[in-house]
């Protein structure tokens, strides 16, 4: 249980970290 939630929380903030990069620099 805790490694899934680890897992799915790790793509959700890698994304949130990719977009919110993305768009402090652009």
Do not use: P, S
């Given at each position: 249980?805790?490694?899934?939630?680890?897992?799915?929380?790790?793509?959700?903030?890698?994304?949130?970290?990719n977009y919110?990069?993305?768009?402090?620099?652009?």
């Amino acid at each position: 249980m805790a490694r899934r939630f680890t897992e799915k929380q790790g793509q959700y903030l890698a994304f949130i970290y990719n977009y919110t990069v993305l768009h402090g620099q652009a």
